[in-house]
């Protein structure tokens, strides 16, 4: 069991990455964010969990070799019943891809899409709770769903989760900040036209790095690439920092970030 408790329904809890090469991808990752691997569950392929100082921090799995689909970093929300959990997606007009299934004795899961077509899991815990730490460098600090529209999108994630959202007031900012239990803890950012053609709505996984400027070019040197450069701004959650956005060698985006004041 990982030191992570059980958390409210609709908190982010995990993330996970399906790729084609995991041997490779374990070695980018090792090197960028400082992971050791252990076995995960095998119910879908090879999978691997991330561990930073023995905390697991998030996973990495197979795809089968026929499976082409889009490799990207997914972000799984909690629930305390993943067959409910999904049929409420089915009936507020999202999509239940894969599952319910049990992840041996971790907890149960399901792969889903919102409206849009964002991709995200749902993850009912048993012995495994999901990240056991956030905030050092190389541990997932936020999610953000990148979309057309967040107001609307927003009423689905609302229906199925009980979030509260908190908008930004402003006629040139399309933006929702989510809380369970009065906490901020995922955003929805509208970006309208601004959304790549090549991905489509999605959700972003951010990483706090020691060194953001640093951490860019050390992807660069691993096989990545660095889609747009560090930048002064906000982490999703509206607290300043330093960031960058960038993807793997096998293409899955992600942001680093360097939080202001860690």
């Given at each position: 069991m990982t030191e992570a408790t059980r958390r409210t329904p609709g908190t982010p809890c995990w993330v996970s990455l399906m790729v084609h090469g995991i041997d490779a991808t374990q070695e980018f990752y090792g090197a960028l964010f400082g992971w050791e691997f252990v076995p995960g569950p095998q119910q879908l392929g090879p999978y691997v969990r991330a561990?930073?100082?023995?905390?697991?921090?998030?996973?990495?799995?197979?795809?089968?070799p026929d499976r082409h689909l889009p490799v990207a970093w997914t972000t799984y929300l909690a629930t305390n019943d993943a067959d409910e959990t999904a049929e409420?997606?089915?009936?507020?007009?999202?999509?239940?891809?894969?599952?319910?299934?049990d992840a041996a004795e971790a907890g149960r899961m399901a792969i889903c899409s919102d409206p849009t077509g964002a991709v995200f899991g749902i993850w009912q815990?048993?012995?495994?709770?999901?990240?056991?730490?956030?905030g050092p460098p190389g541990?997932?600090?936020?999610?953000?769903?990148l979309t057309y529209e967040a107001s609307a999108v927003g009423k689905f994630y609302r229906t199925v989760f009980g979030y509260e959202a908190e908008p930004?007031?402003?006629p040139d900012v399309d933006?929702?900040?989510?809380?369970?239990?009065?906490?901020?803890v995922a955003s929805l950012h509208g970006v309208g036209t601004e959304l790549p053609r090549?991905?489509?709505?999605?959700?972003?996984?951010?990483?706090?790095?020691a060194d953001t400027d640093a951490a860019a070019r050390l992807v660069t040197e691993l096989g990545g690439r660095v889609l747009r450069p560090p930048w002064e701004g906000t982490a999703g959650r509206r607290t300043e920092g330093r960031l960058a956005l960038v993807a793997d060698p096998e293409g899955a985006v992600f942001t680093i970030v360097r939080s202001a004041g860690g």
């Open positions: 561990l930073l100082d023995g905390k697991e921090v998030a996973g990495i799995g197979q795809l089968p409420t997606i089915r009936c507020c007009g999202g999509t239940v891809a894969v599952g319910p299934i815990a048993e012995l495994h709770h999901g990240i056991a730490a956030a541990t997932p600090v936020w999610n953000e769903l930004v007031v402003s933006f929702l900040t989510l809380h369970v239990d009065g906490r901020p090549d991905r489509g709505p999605h959700w972003m996984t951010y990483f706090e790095v």
